[in-house]
């Protein structure tokens, strides 16, 4: 339980109208990888506070949104991010462009 809070306060600091990775949170919350970061943020019960669809792949693509991979809940995350300003072309963003780092 330590990790996943930290993990809601590591992402908690990711500006809108920015992304970070999965594995950039991971490393920012302490201990714990990419997946335990999807896992943590699968289960957010603090969203929209903590901002998880602010939290992409390392090569800028989606990965999941509310547990899911494909579907609605990713056509969601999608719009929420284009709506904070981030261009997500096919499913990818352009990191060198929205990615930061956390904290």
Not at 61 to 75: H, I, R, V
């Amino acid at each position: 339980m330590a990790f996943e809070m930290a993990v809601y306060e590591v992402v908690r600091l990711i500006p809108r109208g920015k992304v970070s990775t999965y594995g950039a949170v991971a490393r920012c919350a302490g201990k714990g990888g990419a997946r335990a970061v999807g896992s943590a943020l699968a289960r957010n019960p603090f969203a929209p506070e903590v901002p998880c669809h602010r939290v992409v792949r390392s090569n800028g693509a989606l990965g999941g949104f509310s547990g899911q991979t494909e579907g609605p809940e990713m056509d969601r995350k999608t719009r929420m991010l284009r709506a904070e300003g981030v261009e997500v072309v096919k499913g990818v963003v352009d990191m060198d462009r929205f990615g930061v780092e956390p904290g």
